[in-house]
């Protein structure tokens, strides 16, 4: 049984339903941005504190994240995030329209370290190229692992992605990205030695 989720942070929406009213939710006209994962939330704060001008859409799929992303953006009481508990693909296809985002950011997803677990792996580029078409241009998309496979895969196939520009050149990959915040879950890796894997591309 889930555990009942009242903030007012969180936006109830179901498959089939209509797909949310952004500009009436928000109360403006801002450009939206996407969080694919936003775990316990500690970043999409520190993020929409530092980006005002943007109104923040996080999602995650387990119910006790979004509980605690809610607490903290209602802590917060930053008014450019919602936040729900739905499917990635499922959503973005229903709530999400054509080259309306101006920043999708993917922190940590599950690696699926096991060789033969890889295929269930979220970022491919298969996904990339589909989630590309959501990006408006000049938009902004942030890849992040603690995973050293998984960062240098992600590196490699987004060099070939049309349309998306590598911000980071010559590099691949950094290690460190300023005016990009660092969740707990980053900085437990980091005080252990293992460094992060950050890839960042722009829509062309």
Same mark, same amino acid.
């Given at each position: 049984?889930?555990?009942?989720?009242?903030?007012?942070?969180?936006?109830? &929406?179901?498959?089939? !339903?209509?797909?949310?009213? &952004?500009?009436?939710?928000?109360?403006?006209?801002?450009?939206?941005?996407?969080? +694919? $994962?936003? $775990?316990?939330?500690?970043? *999409?704060?520190?993020?929409?504190?530092?980006?005002?001008?943007? =109104?923040? +859409?996080?999602?995650?799929?387990?119910?006790?994240?979004?509980?605690?992303?809610?607490?903290?953006?209602?802590?917060? $009481?930053?008014?450019?995030?919602?936040?729900?508990?739905?499917?990635?693909?499922?959503?973005?296809?229903?709530? +999400?329209?054509?080259?309306? %985002?101006?920043?999708?950011? +993917?922190?940590?997803?599950?690696? &699926?370290?096991?060789?033969?677990?890889?295929?269930?792996?979220?970022?491919?580029?298969?996904?990339?190229?589909?989630?590309?078409?959501?990006?408006?241009?000049?938009?902004?998309?942030?890849?992040?692992?603690?995973?050293?496979?998984? $960062?240098?895969?992600?590196?490699?196939?987004?060099?070939?992605?049309?349309?998306?520009? =590598?911000? %980071?050149?010559?590099?691949?990959? !950094?290690?460190?990205?300023?005016?990009?915040?660092?969740?707990?879950?980053?900085?437990?890796?980091?005080? %252990?030695?293992?460094? *992060?894997?950050?890839?960042?591309?722009?829509?062309?």
């Amino acid at each position: 049984m889930l555990i009942p989720n009242t903030s007012p942070s969180l936006l109830h &929406w179901e498959e089939g !339903t209509p797909a949310p009213l &952004w500009g009436a939710l928000f109360g403006n006209a801002n450009s939206l941005a996407l969080e +694919i $994962g936003c $775990g316990v939330g500690d970043f *999409i704060v520190q993020m929409a504190a530092m980006h005002p001008e943007l =109104n923040f +859409i996080a999602i995650d799929f387990y119910n006790k994240g979004c509980i605690k992303t809610c607490k903290r953006v209602d802590k917060s $009481g930053l008014n450019n995030v919602r936040v729900l508990r739905v499917e990635a693909r499922t959503f973005i296809e229903a709530c +999400i329209p054509s080259e309306s %985002l101006s920043m999708i950011i +993917i922190n940590c997803p599950d690696p &699926w370290p096991k060789l033969r677990h890889r295929k269930r792996r979220l970022v491919s580029s298969e996904f990339v190229a589909y989630l590309s078409g959501f990006l408006k241009s000049g938009a902004d998309f942030f890849f992040a692992t603690d995973f050293v496979d998984y $960062g240098l895969d992600v590196a490699e196939f987004m060099t070939v992605q049309p349309g998306l520009v =590598n911000q %980071l050149l010559p590099d691949k990959y !950094t290690h460190a990205l300023p005016d990009y915040p660092v969740s707990k879950y980053m900085r437990r890796f980091m005080d %252990l030695g293992q460094p *992060i894997y950050y890839v960042h591309y722009r829509r062309r």
